[in-house]
DNA sequence: AATAGTATTGTAAACGTTTTCATTATGTGA
DNA sequence: TCACATAATGAAAACGTTTACAATACTATT
């Protein structure tokens, strides 16, 4: 083949392959034709800045802001090139605990250079794990799962590919998933100490749904844990059940409350979301809290402090818990080695307010 | 570093890359050759299954199965083919109304079997750009804005690509993006118009920062324009600028109402979020809504029914423009053609409840 | 000036799919 | 039975990068 022929079929490649291109959209070839150099050298000047002469690298550059050029890096992710994205499973977004923990997630992925691709389930883990798959079709780096419930297929999965997991929210000392979160059992357990330390023992509890839910089942848990402790009996109406709404809680809180003869003094919920409406229910009912009633919730959402009476709950660090896992799970992508299982707990903080007061 | 060492810690690195690669993962080709057929079939089995035979089709499914095959759709789309991803850019993923906004837009999209790479720019115009290239680097099928206000090289690169945008949440007549919102112009005017309806003329407003917020900023126009149409005057005491936050606004409501003598008798709220914090501050001043003093909000957030007094305010349909967005833009990804510049205006609705009441 | 050593760049072969085109089975009407 | 469409499959060439290796240019030494 002399020279001329090789020269040919490059030009004729090239052809056929700006016409195939998308409309306009250059490639890396063409900022390697423009700027006179070779398709490694542009790659380089991504992925290996030191190793080209910062002459060429800032040419290439300016010859690819110039061309609008943006690289593929799924072309990339074919050798084995992370693809830098990093998967975020949550059970549901819209619930104000979750939306702080994925903003702080994503926030501090973006400072690495990373984006995350979001999913929820809506508590539904066969639906997790079509999800899982769907993550890993796109080849993430990593993924970071919310609790310790999970479908043994979708763990199969994942270890199967060998990426990193880190589970948030709920330390969970029985699986072998590395995880970051709180002590929920004890986060439930604590609040309820305090209002039995108030000298309370009329107690009502408001939870939501512990199905498929190991953050509510493990607050719940501590909560009844702390009743027997002290030999408190919970009967049967007071056990509340009601979902993440500050509508239903409200209402459950009337029907609940409307007895007045038979009324708890004290009431645990176990979010903040409910203790709103359980406040809610109070002011409309014209009950004092905390002279009649004490209210307590989990969560510290960003209304607590604010609401009146102020409300007493357990602060549960989100932002910091996002954070960390996006540290930690960067560190896990770049670091091949330090697969360590660990279990980070993050110690909740009893935050006493208003809404807490001694049993008259 | 001497020969020996190169070579050895080229062979290492070798060895890694294949244990990593091979450790367990399997490609199509390990499927082609489990089943007995070649890749193009295994192929056409997840993109033309209607092209290969039944029996083929299941013997290949199930051999998939066995192995735990994931396809890579990266490299996929390689070949131009869609990568089933969609961009979503957010001011802040933690606020209430963009929550319920991104719920039901990934939700509607994993119904068309997509992924959702989120990203928030804390409203940083130039922050945005680098997002939009970061996503635009994944090869997202399409994107889709909040607001209308955006760097005109962020727009100058999508149109470029010629992939489909979408801005949400608020119409914009002069720009040539289509979109998905509400008025907010109107919103703000329709809440103004109510207030004075009811009688009121002293009237204060509180509004979020303004700049690189178009949302904002239609509301806060809105109602200047209708105080306008009544020649009613805000006095620059009553102007209050507060950030999107209950305790901050809870702070400089206290603040307002502290005079007695000089206090409005309207309240108006850039957002639900404020107006939730007018009202904690009523009841910590033992002010009366609405007898004392009426406020109104925009937003009609999940906790506006539910509070005491319940809080009048706008609607503003977030679920259903996510919604709507998700399926248009998978409509645009579908249908090359259909790139008409669609202005999709969600009307909004005045929800009158009890914070808002007749001018003593 | 020649040489070794190093820094920089180029060439071409991957990467794991999809797709075009060719090829082989399968059925159809004479 | 034969040609003749048709359906199903296979072989191999993309797709846009990255990277191992080769080649070249430069530097410092002698």
Same mark, same amino acid.
Do not use: M
């Given at each position: 083949m002399t020279q001329a022929d090789i020269t040919k079929s490059q030009v004729k490649k090239k052809n056929n392959r700006r016409m195939r291109q998308r409309k306009g959209a250059p490639g890396l070839l063409d900022v390697a034709a423009r700027a006179g150099v070779s398709g490694a050298t542009v790659s380089r000047c991504y992925n290996h800045p030191d190793s080209v002469q910062p002459k060429t690298r800032h040419l290439i550059l300016k010859t690819a802001a110039e061309l609008g050029y943006i690289r593929d890096r799924a072309a990339g992710s074919l050798h084995g090139r992370r693809s830098g994205t990093v998967g975020l499973v949550v059970p549901t977004i819209d619930n104000a605990i979750f939306a702080e923990l994925i903003e702080a997630f994503t926030a501090q992925l973006q400072q690495h250079d990373r984006t995350v691709l979001i999913a929820s389930h809506n508590y539904n883990l066969d639906q997790e794990v079509d999800i899982i798959r769907s993550l890993l079709e796109r080849r993430i780096d990593a993924i970071a799962l919310v609790g310790r419930d999970h479908s043994s297929v979708a763990i199969q999965m994942l270890k199967l590919r060998d990426i990193p997991v880190l589970t948030l929210w709920n330390t969970c000392d029985e699986t072998d998933l590395p995880s970051i979160g709180t002590n929920n059992a004890s986060a439930g357990f604590d609040v309820t100490q305090h209002c039995i330390d108030l000298g309370h023992s009329r107690i009502a509890v408001m939870f939501p749904d512990i199905v498929n839910n190991d953050r509510a089942r493990d607050r719940k848990q501590g909560t009844l844990d702390a009743l027997k402790a002290h030999d408190?009996?919970?009967?049967?109406?007071?056990? /509340?059940?009601?979902? @993440?709404?500050? =509508?239903?809680?409200?209402? =459950? %809180?009337?029907?609940?409350?409307?007895?007045?003869?038979?009324?708890?003094? =004290? !009431? !645990? *919920? #176990?979010?903040?979301?409910? %203790?709103?409406? /359980?406040?809610?229910? *109070?002011?409309?009912?014209?009950?004092?809290?905390? &002279? &009649?009633?004490?209210?307590?919730?989990? #969560?510290?959402?960003?209304?607590? +402090?604010?609401?009146?009476?102020?409300?007493?709950?357990?602060?549960?660090?989100?932002?910091?818990?996002?954070?960390?896992?996006?540290?930690?799970?960067?560190?896990?992508?770049?670091?091949?080695?330090? +697969?360590?299982?660990?279990?980070?707990?993050?110690?909740?903080?009893? /935050?006493?307010?208003? +809404?807490?007061? @001694?049993?008259?």
């Open positions: 408190i009996e919970l009967p049967e109406r007071w056990d /509340v059940h009601c979902p @993440y709404d500050t =509508a239903e809680a409200k209402l =459950a %809180a009337v029907h609940l409350l409307k007895q007045r003869r038979d009324a708890p003094s =004290a !009431i !645990i *919920c #176990g979010n903040d979301i409910i %203790a709103y409406g /359980v406040l809610y229910a *109070c002011q409309q009912l014209g009950i004092q809290v905390p &002279d &009649d009633v004490s209210v307590v919730g989990i #969560g510290d959402f960003s209304h607590s +402090s604010s609401i009146e009476p102020a409300l007493t709950t357990v602060r549960l660090p989100a932002r910091r818990i996002g954070q960390l896992a996006a540290n930690k799970l960067v560190a896990r992508i770049l670091d091949t080695e330090s +697969s360590i299982n660990e279990q980070i707990v993050i110690p909740t903080e009893l /935050v006493v307010r208003a +809404s807490s007061g @001694y049993h008259q």
